[in-house]
């Protein structure tokens, strides 16, 4: 086992994991665990745990070490709980897990949006608004795991009347029109908006997002 992921457990066996990691499977399931707590789903991550604390005891042998699958789990107790709130609180307008969706400038979620989680809630943002991922690499620090803090993306378009274009405020391209033509102010956004859907060069991600708050505004 290489990578250790809070989501995959229900919360009580998260739970029974924050009382008992790094203690041997054999002492911490010895008696019956509590409601809601697989042995069989808890036990190869004790036992992992339980191995890598003798080695790196015994041998020196590095790894993630158990503060870092403590915090993990505190993180997604945390904001699991917090999403089921949103989620009840607002009868469903905020979706369960809304690292899965993507929210536009109308405060709208849409599944599967640029940047949003795939399959499973898999980010967390912290109170700096670093993203970090759920999942831990056990052998330690991987650059996989910890997301670079994003950019945010516009949720506008630049509209410059005087000028006669409308303006993409990631990359500044332009796509101009004839003044006093609304046919021909509208023929420049649309050409804009394909721009943002298929954008040349970097920063594809924010060219999207801005795609999706301005194409839902």
């Known amino acids: 086992m290489n990578t250790f992921d809070p989501v995959k457990y229900s919360t009580p066996e998260n739970n ?8 041997s499977p054999a002492v911490a399931l010895q008696t019956t665990p509590p409601s809601g707590v697989n042995p069989r789903a808890v ?21 993630a070490g158990t ?4 915090n993990t789990i505190k993180a997604f107790l945390r904001l699991d709980a917090k999403w089921a709130d949103d989620h009840e609180k607002t009868r469903g307008r905020v979706p369960r897990f809304p ?9 709208k979620y849409w599944r599967g949006g640029p940047g949003s989680d795939v399959s ?17 690499n056990l052998d330690g620090y991987d650059p996989a795991v910890d997301v670079e803090l ?5 949720t506008e378009l ?26 021909s102010e509208n023929a420049a956004k ?13 920063e594809t991600s924010l060219h999207r997002e801005l795609y999706t708050s301005v194409s839902h505004s």
């Open 190 to 202: 649309a050409r804009m908006m394909k721009h943002l859907k298929n954008p040349r060069g970097n």
């Open 120 to 136: 499973h809630p898999r980010t967390w943002v912290d109170d700096e608004g670093k993203r970090h991922r759920f999942a831990v």
């Open 150 to 154: 994003d950019a945010v993306a516009p």
């Open 16 to 23: 029974f994991l924050l009382e008992n990691i790094g203690t």
């Open 67 to 70: 503060p870092a699958l403590i």
């Open 43 to 63: 036990r190869p991550i004790l036992q992992e745990v339980y191995d890598r604390l003798a080695i790196e005891e015994t041998k020196g042998v590095t790894w």
């Open 99 to 107: 690292s899965m969706y993507t929210k536009d400038a109308k405060g």
């Open 158 to 183: 630049i509209h410059d009347a005087e000028k006669h274009r409308w303006e993409c405020p990631i990359c500044s391209h332009t796509e101009s029109y004839r003044l006093e033509s609304r046919s």
